[in-house]
């Protein structure tokens, strides 16, 4: 006995209309594919690609600009610092210069006779004017305190 078996549908390709339904499948299918092979390749995934590198670098970038800005920033401290040492060490410097010329009479005053009595302290004189060599070594009148 023969099984009995539903009716199966074949599809008879030698008929022109289903020759004509399966080429155009066909081609849609292809089309499809490369379709699917120029989007991978070209277009807005490419562009993609690029925004995210592009990203990455800026990332980078913006690390090396802290890293260099924090480096900039302990450089200051350290020139300020530094700036405080020399105004102290400049100040330490005035005081001792201050106290060697104290008592000594400058040579190159012009606006007193040679005889005339001269008093640091301000005794003789009300307000002592001595004279100082600039950089161009010409003599500058200078008033102290």
Known sequence: MDPIYPPSRTVDVQSSRNRQL??????????????FAIWQTTGTHGAKRDVAAANARIADKQKEMNDARRVLDQKVAELRGLRAEADAEATKLGSTIARQVEGTVNDARVDLPADAGVSVSGGDVAAPQYYVRDRYGRFVPVTRP
């Open 22 to 35: 399966l080429i155009t499948l066909g081609v849609v299918i292809v089309a499809v594919i490369v379709g």
